[in-house]
């Protein structure tokens, strides 16, 4: 398997995700929490790095960060090996703790740093748990969730030394009362209505827009390095909004329709998105609140589908879907 792009720059800024072998826990207790905020303010003293927000389930984490040394990789083999070994030791166990490297996306600050602490902080209640659960209920429990970044974001009193609230909150007015206040206002406001950042990311490790994307092709990227199949992708997309928002024209839908379709409208979608936005399997299938199979076995049957259609409507839809997206790519 072709390993995940690392675009590194002074000045970067990240949003890393890893999560826990086969999906299991990486935290049991709460000393193992503790344990994993000691390394990592440790880290990020030792290689100069800056954090934004946080936030640690059970079984995965997220963070926010900024690497003015451009040295994310050293940053987290370091951290990664440190929090294994200990909890290796701790438990009595060998081999991965991870599931694969960790996942990075590189940000565009100025557009998305603000809007990504709110995504993470709001991870705590993004759960089947929290399915049907009342407002006041998610409210609560992201006020109590005690490893998180939010708490500091909301009452100085929880503030850790080692996170950057100032830049963030400068987008609400400061790090001061009122911009507290607005930034809980913010986050509370998006608690019913999803944070939707998944159909805005580039080939699968850009966030950010068109200008965003051309400048680091320009000045980070080689064409000549474009059988890298991370790199094919950046050169040779569509951003996923277009994609949804040009298959939702031609179908005639809007994507919430098209999302809950069982037939080839959501199948088309999934071809497109796999085609021309460079999204994997997996990645589609969380836009569509799908499972990865779902995704791979509804191409297989829209493929058949077009293969027994015989130049009919379906085959001429894809046809004119197709050259529209061809004409966008960048």
Request: charged share 30%; aromatic share 12%.
């Given at each position: 398997?072709?390993?995940?792009?690392?675009?590194?720059?002074?000045?970067?800024?990240?949003?890393i995700?890893?999560?826990?072998?086969?999906?299991r826990?990486?935290?049991?207790?709460?000393?193992?929490?503790?344990?994993?905020?000691?390394?990592?303010?440790?880290?990020?003293?030792?290689?100069?790095?800056?954090?934004?927000?946080?936030?640690?389930?059970?079984?995965?984490?997220?963070?926010?960060l900024?690497?003015?040394?451009?040295?994310i990789?050293?940053?987290?083999?370091?951290?990664?090996?440190?929090?294994?070994?200990?909890?290796?030791?701790?438990?009595?166990?060998?081999?991965?703790?991870?599931?694969?490297?960790?996942?990075?996306?590189?940000?565009?600050?100025?557009?998305?740093?603000?809007?990504?602490?709110?995504?993470?902080?709001?991870?705590?209640i993004?759960?089947?748990?929290?399915?049907?659960?009342?407002?006041?209920?998610?409210k609560?429990?992201?006020?109590?969730?005690?490893?998180?970044?939010l708490?500091?974001?909301?009452?100085?009193?929880?503030?850790?030394?080692?996170?950057?609230?100032?830049?963030?909150?400068?987008?609400?007015?400061?790090?001061?009362?009122r911009?507290?206040?607005?930034?809980?206002?913010?986050?509370?406001s998006?608690?019913?209505?999803?944070?939707?950042?998944?159909?805005?990311?580039?080939?699968?490790?850009?966030?950010?827009?068109?200008?965003?994307?051309?400048?680091?092709?320009?000045?980070?990227?080689?064409?000549?390095?474009?059988?890298?199949?991370?790199?094919?992708?950046?050169?040779?997309?569509?951003?996923?909004?277009?994609?949804?928002?040009?298959?939702?024209?031609?179908?005639?839908?809007?994507?919430?329709?098209?999302?809950?379709?069982?037939?080839?409208?959501r199948?088309?979608?999934?071809?497109?998105?796999?085609?021309?936005?460079?999204?994997?399997?997996?990645?589609?299938?969380?836009?569509?609140?799908?499972?990865?199979?779902?995704?791979?076995?509804?191409?297989?049957?829209?493929?058949?589908?077009?293969?027994?259609?015989?130049?009919?409507?379906?085959?001429?839809?894809?046809?004119?879907?197709?050259?529209?997206?061809?004409?966008?790519?960048?």
């Amino acid at each position: 398997m072709a390993r995940s792009l690392r675009i590194k720059y002074e000045g970067a800024i990240y949003h890393i995700t890893s999560r826990g072998n086969e999906r299991r826990d990486i935290f049991k207790t709460e000393k193992d929490y503790n344990k994993f905020l000691k390394i990592l303010k440790d880290s990020l003293k030792i290689y100069n790095v800056v954090l934004y927000s946080y936030v640690l389930m059970p079984n995965h984490f997220h963070f926010l960060l900024e690497t003015p040394l451009a040295n994310i990789s050293e940053f987290m083999r370091q951290f990664n090996i440190a929090y294994t070994s200990y909890y290796n030791k701790h438990y009595n166990r060998v081999g991965h703790l991870y599931q694969g490297r960790y996942k990075s996306i590189l940000v565009q600050k100025e557009n998305y740093l603000n809007i990504l602490s709110r995504y993470i902080h709001l991870n705590p209640i993004r759960i089947k748990k929290f399915n049907g659960s009342s407002f006041v209920d998610k409210k609560k429990y992201l006020t109590e969730f005690k490893w998180s970044s939010l708490r500091g974001y909301i009452n100085r009193n929880n503030k850790e030394p080692f996170i950057n609230y100032k830049t963030v909150l400068s987008d609400y007015g400061g790090d001061i009362k009122r911009g507290r206040e607005n930034y809980w206002k913010t986050l509370q406001s998006d608690i019913g209505s999803e944070i939707e950042i998944k159909k805005n990311i580039v080939g699968g490790c850009l966030l950010g827009d068109e200008n965003f994307v051309k400048k680091i092709q320009e000045k980070y990227l080689s064409k000549s390095h474009k059988e890298i199949p991370s790199i094919r992708k950046i050169y040779n997309y569509c951003l996923t909004e277009d994609v949804i928002k040009i298959v939702s024209q031609e179908i005639g839908d809007n994507f919430e329709v098209i999302k809950k379709a069982t037939g080839s409208k959501r199948q088309i979608l999934m071809e497109m998105l796999y085609s021309y936005a460079g999204l994997k399997g997996s990645e589609i299938g969380k836009i569509l609140d799908l499972d990865y199979s779902t995704v791979s076995v509804g191409r297989k049957r829209l493929r058949s589908k077009i293969d027994r259609d015989n130049n009919g409507d379906l085959s001429n839809l894809v046809r004119r879907i197709r050259n529209k997206l061809s004409m966008i790519k960048i």
